[in-house]
């Protein structure tokens, strides 16, 4: 198991400074802040599209599980990395479990 610190209570958001664009079906994000851009590919993009309004990263969770085959616990995984990532990019708020 991956350690990001993130708990799955937590509920994501799309952090103000990120931008994002569709190109070819797959999300480009740019941090205006730090003067970087990023492109997600197919997985990622279909994740930031699911944080289009604040969630609860075990419902983001389930919603993959519903829609991707993997392996027991690669799913959570790589979701907590990604979102990881992100948050670590200033691309993604992580409000604490309440």
Same mark, same amino acid.
């Given at each position: 198991?991956?350690?990001?610190? +993130?708990?799955? !209570?937590? +509920? ?12 070819? !079906? /797959?999300?480009? =994000? ?7 851009? &990023? !492109? ?6 279909? +994740?930031?599209?699911?944080? *289009? $309004?604040?969630? @609860? ?6 919603? %993959?599980?519903?829609? &991707?085959? *993997?392996?027991? !616990?690669? +799913?959570? $995984?790589? %979701? =907590? @990395?990604?979102? *990881?990532? =992100? ?5 993604? =708020?992580?409000?604490?479990? /309440?």
């Amino acid at each position: 198991m991956v350690q990001t610190g +993130i708990e799955l !209570g937590a +509920i994501v958001s799309c952090s103000p400074a990120a931008v994002a664009t569709d190109v070819n !079906g /797959e999300i480009v =994000l740019m941090n205006l802040e730090r003067d970087r851009c &990023y !492109g997600l590919g197919v997985t990622g993009s279909d +994740i930031w599209r699911r944080l *289009a $309004a604040p969630v @609860r990263i075990s419902d983001l969770l389930s919603q %993959l599980n519903d829609v &991707y085959d *993997a392996a027991p !616990g690669t +799913i959570e $995984a790589d %979701l =907590l @990395r990604t979102l *990881a990532e =992100l948050h670590a990019e200033g691309l993604l =708020l992580i409000h604490p479990n /309440e």
